[in-house]
């Protein structure tokens, strides 16, 4: 297929961040499971599925989304939104409805005669994914004999922000969960925080770099350095917990610490990171995202930082005394 990854691969990592907010609300059902079976009977509703490394049988109705990764998905009741499959195998028998797009990175797809696609139907076969990646270097400049390099690097990356998120969850857990708490109840805010933030300081980087020939935009430069280190740390740890929770809150789990949950938050996104091209654009959209948790949140202190402060009540204007009786 000549379809590009990259618009593709972008939405599915906004739906992948999604998935955890859907999962911890509690006005949804979503049905999750890890390494184990989800069957949705013919009589059965549920709002969200997610599966990893499972199987997945829906003969009822899912009324929104439907996400995997490996396993085996298979459909002959109705799916009110997308379905999402990475590297699995989904049969659509014939009474299967899904009311949106059809998107299967990997594995094989099976559509039986009667079944029915609303939306549109991106399926990449593993090979394809393969060709696209690898053939001649990715994107050009990375060979496959670099990708042991590339592992060496992630693993020395995760190990690194496993040090970040004890330093951060048990110093500060309350705004950890302060943080990741408004990526739930205010997520698009969040992000257009995040995105305004990152964009900003990529202009003051470079009004500083530029005036760093004259040395005056040295230290700025340094200045603007740390501070934005300080906030992709603490944004990032509040993702961490944010997911973590919420996977949590999936396997029934009222409650999880902020270390325990930044830890779990951290192999799921380490696991999806290593995912050619989807990782990368995943992690930046948890970046921008965590910039925005970060800020909008003054680093967990307050649930919104630029509301405005409600105006003191103005006192009633005392009463002009009586005339006297005549």
């Not at 969200?48 to 002959?76: C, D, M, P, Y």
């Not at 900003?200 to 004259?214: D, N, Q, R």
């Not at 430069?221 to 501070?227: K, Q, R």
Request: hydrophobic share 55%; net charge positive; proline share 6%.
């Amino acid at each position: 297929m000549r379809t590009s990854l990259r618009p593709i691969a972008g939405l599915l990592a906004l739906v992948l961040i999604a998935v955890p907010a859907s999962l911890a609300a509690g006005q949804n059902q979503t049905r999750f499971a890890f390494k184990d079976e989800i069957y949705i009977g013919p009589e059965e509703t549920q709002d969200n599925v997610v599966a990893l490394g499972g199987s997945v049988t829906v003969e009822g109705q899912v009324r929104r989304t439907l996400f995997a990764v490996g396993g085996t998905v298979t459909i002959s009741g109705r799916v009110g939104e997308s379905v999402v499959v990475i590297g699995g195998r989904v049969l659509l028998r014939p009474t299967a409805e899904v009311a949106k797009d059809l998107v299967i990175l990997g594995g094989t797809l099976t559509r039986e005669a009667g079944c029915r696609v609303g939306g549109d139907t991106v399926y990449f076969k593993s090979k394809e994914l393969s060709d696209k990646f690898f053939k001649g270097g990715l994107f050009g400049f990375l060979s496959v004999s670099l990708l042991p390099v590339i592992l060496i690097v992630k693993f020395v990356t995760l190990f690194i922000w496993a040090l970040v998120a004890f330093i951060v969850a048990m110093l500060f857990p309350r705004q950890v969960k302060l943080a990741s708490d408004q990526v739930r109840t205010s997520f698009w805010s969040v992000f257009a925080t995040g995105l305004l933030a990152l964009v900003a300081f990529t202009v003051f980087i470079l009004i500083a770099a530029i005036l760093s020939i004259v040395l005056i935009g040295i230290p700025i430069l340094m200045a603007l350095g740390f501070a934005g280190l300080v906030v992709k740390m603490f944004g990032r740890v509040a993702m961490l917990y944010f997911f973590g929770e919420s996977l949590a809150r999936g396997f029934n789990r009222k409650s999880v610490s902020a270390l325990g949950g930044a830890m779990l938050g951290l192999l799921f996104v380490g696991f999806i990171g290593f995912i050619p091209l989807f990782g990368w654009l995943f992690t930046t959209i948890v970046n921008i995202i965590g910039w925005g948790a970060a800020i909008r949140t003054k680093f967990g202190t307050t649930e919104n930082w630029f509301r405005r402060a409600p105006r003191p009540a103005v006192p009633p204007a005392p009463m002009p005394p009586a005339p006297p009786a005549p």
